[in-house]
Nanobody, 119 residues
């Protein structure tokens, strides 16, 4: 299973970006999908997640500014980021809980996409 993120970049404070993450490979079903981020010198932290049924959960720091969504027909999860702040800068990682064709369940991570917010 591979997760490939895209959509990162450089944006000014107050701007917006939309991240995408596509899962491919030996997939029977995808359970929860999530976004995490890691700022330089800091630990990776939870940003948002979404269940297969569409229930969402957000870190307090992004509530009201970020929206997570998914397209189950495309095995894709999105993160719409609005009103970006310099403290949102970091590498954003996608995570997915995947059940494969053999019905084994594992968590997979993408390689990350850089988001830089300038002040």
């Amino acid at each position: 299973v591979q997760l490939v993120e895209s959509g990162g970049g450089l944006v000014q404070a107050g701007g917006s970006l939309r991240l995408s993450c596509v899962a491919s490979g030996n997939i029977f079903s995808i359970n929860a999908m999530a976004w995490y981020r890691q700022a330089p010198g800091k630990q990776r932290e939870f940003v948002a997640d979404i269940t297969s049924g569409g229930i969402t959960n957000y870190a307090d720091s992004v509530k009201g500014r970020f929206t997570i969504s998914r397209d189950n027909t495309k095995n894709t999860v999105y993160l719409q980021m609005n009103s970006l702040k310099p403290e949102d800068t970091g590498v954003y990682y996608c995570k997915a809980g995947v059940t494969n064709i053999a019905r084994s369940r594992l968590d997979y991570w993408g390689q990350g996409t850089q988001v830089t917010v300038s002040s």
